[in-house]
């Protein structure tokens, strides 16, 4: 899909709010959601999205969602450093199919990054369930 197109409203992160599909809950307050990537590049990999905003991507969204998204970013960011212990942490968002974006619901991805240890976008290697849980309640507690 291009940067331009009408928002499928059955999506897989649509169908995550509305809770059709399970998703490894990170962080929730009125605006957002966080939640842990199930295709990770990294340990501890996240994304963020508006629980309500019909973007697709940064050219759609309305800049106070852009705000509340990146409010969470910054929050679930801090929780991954306190309590994972990351070499650095990369924070990114695809525009467009030819740019990368395979899910056109805007969300940003928090990428914990180890020396040495980094997987491309879309390596498709789905992770552990439980493993997932796991780092999501470690993440939690550095809130
Ligand atoms: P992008 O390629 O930027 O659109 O990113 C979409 C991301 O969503 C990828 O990193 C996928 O691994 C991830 N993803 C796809 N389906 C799910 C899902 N059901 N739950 C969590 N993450 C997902």
Redesign the pocket.
């Known amino acids: 899909m291009s940067l331009e197109g009408n928002y499928d409203p059955d999506n897989?992160f649509a169908k995550?709010v509305r809770g059709d599909?399970p998703?490894v809950k990170v962080y929730e307050d009125a605006n957002t959601l966080g939640?842990?990537?199930?295709?990770p590049q990294s340990s501890g990999h996240m994304?963020v999205i508006h629980k309500r905003s019909k973007a697709r991507n940064l050219l759609d969204v309305n800049p106070d969602d852009l705000a509340h998204i990146m409010n969470s970013v910054q929050k679930l960011t801090r929780a991954a450093k306190a309590t994972l212990n990351p070499d650095g942490i990369i924070i990114t968002q695809?525009n467009g199919a030819p740019a990368?974006?395979?899910?056109f619901h805007l969300?940003v991805?928090i990428i914990p990054r180890y020396e040495g240890d980094l997987k491309p976008?879309?390596s498709g290697n789905m992770a552990d369930m439980d493993e997932l849980q796991a780092l999501a309640t470690r993440i939690k507690a550095g809130f």
């Open positions: 897989i995550i599909m998703c939640f842990m990537d199930v295709f994304l695809y990368g974006q395979t899910v969300h991805h976008h879309a």
